[in-house]
């Protein structure tokens, strides 16, 4: 059975640094592009970061750019979101998602975690 798995997530004040993990089983992650999006209350899911795994590219939205890092180990079939500088507006609910096409919209993923909250807050 296909599934993502998040963990990582917690209480950070502002500016601090948590990195999320995205176990995967039942497949290999590296044949796939990960996403990364969060859904604060009240709000639609969001596209954060992706990892395209046909030339290893990546992308970020304009909000987490230079503050986030995403990354993924094939050793391990997990891959990782390094969140550093963290501030109030990050807080949500992060998903990680796999599929063979990539991007940062929900659409473009099939195979999605049950997510790991994220609350920054002093």
């Known amino acids: 059975q296909e599934k993502l798995v998040e963990s990582g997530g917690g209480l950070v004040q502002p500016g601090g640094s948590l990195r999320l993990s995205c176990a995967a089983s039942g497949f290999i992650l590296d044949d796939y592009s990960i996403g990364w999006f969060r859904q604060a209350p009240g709000k639609g899911r969001e596209g954060v970061s992706c990892l395209v795994t046909t030339d290893g590219s990546t992308y970020y939205a304009d909000s987490v750019k230079g503050r986030f890092t995403i990354s993924r180990d094939n050793a391990k079939n997990t891959a990782y979101l390094q969140m550093n500088s963290l501030k109030s507006e990050d807080t949500a609910v992060y998903y990680c998602?796999?599929?063979?096409?990539?991007?940062?919209?929900?659409?473009?993923?099939?195979?999605w975690g049950q997510g790991t909250q994220v609350t920054v807050s002093s």
């Open positions: 998602a796999a599929d063979t096409r990539g991007g940062l919209e929900v659409d473009e993923y099939e195979a």
